[in-house]
């Protein structure tokens, strides 16, 4: 097990609602990184947080926006939902020491949007 | 043109088949490469990394060729339980974002 926990496991929301997911890493994981894998394709980058500051940005639009805490836990939040935000959401970890390349992913968020 | 792009799949074969597959990347400032596994409905998981001499972890084997911007991965005496789609990963910048192919699927039947 990586020790990266998500919540909620499922979710449905109708368009135009907001959503907050959650992500919880180990202590000591103070890097975490949000994806979005629609199906059929591979997870894609949103962006990074690293010691509560955004760390770098994917191709999404700011209604994607997120938080990270100094307890390691962090939300991934969308305003506005559109059908095309029905996806899994992915969040990952990456330890403090060790390969600095290493991400440990949680088991997702499945979100629907109707 | 996507960054990552693998096989298209899906691959069907029988046990104890070998089976490749393949990925190119266009960003040629790529620094890391790697290959994860992920199950139906599950999370991706880090199956190894690769590097430029190539490794070896038991039955798979994993290649870089950095002039043709090439990854593959070779899976000898498949299981049943190598089932799954294999994503290949590049990545610019340690520890920063990975960039996914779309996976290939692999099916390995009795």
């Known amino acids: 097990e990586t020790g990266v926990t998500q919540s909620p496991t499922h979710l449905i929301k109708t368009r135009g609602q907001q959503v907050t997911l959650r992500c919880s890493s180990q202590?000591?994981?103070?890097?975490v990184s949000w994806y979005q894998q629609a199906l059929g394709q591979g997870p894609q980058f949103i962006f990074q947080?690293?010691?509560?500051?955004?760390?770098g940005r994917g191709n999404f639009p700011p209604r994607f926006s997120g938080l990270q805490f100094p307890n390691y836990s962090s939300e991934l939040n969308v305003n506005a939902l559109e059908l095309d935000d029905s996806a899994l959401y992915l969040c990952?970890?990456?330890?403090?020491?060790?390969?600095?390349?290493?991400?440990?992913f949680g088991p997702g968020t499945r979100l629907t949007v109707l | 043109r996507k960054e990552v792009e693998q096989d298209p799949g899906p691959f069907n074969v029988p046990e104890g088949a070998t089976v490749a597959f393949n990925c190119t990347y266009s960003?040629?400032?790529?620094?890391?490469f790697f290959w994860y596994r992920q199950d139906c409905r599950k999370e991706p998981k880090l199956l190894m990394s690769?590097?430029?001499s190539g490794n070896e972890d038991g039955r798979f084997t994993a290649q870089l060729n950095r002039a043709s911007q090439y990854i593959s991965l070779l899976i000898r005496d498949s299981k049943l339980s190598d089932s799954a789609t294999y994503l290949c990963?590049?990545?610019?910048?340690?520890?920063?974002?990975?960039?996914f192919g779309k996976g290939t699927s692999l099916l390995v039947t009795p």
């Open positions: 990952a970890s990456t330890p403090r020491q060790g390969p600095s390349d290493t991400q440990y």
């Open positions: 202590s000591g994981h103070n890097t």
């Open positions: 947080y690293y010691r509560e500051e955004e760390n």
């Open positions: 960003n040629s400032a790529s620094q890391s």
């Open positions: 690769v590097y430029s």
């Open positions: 990963v590049v990545t610019q910048n340690s520890g920063y974002a990975l960039n």
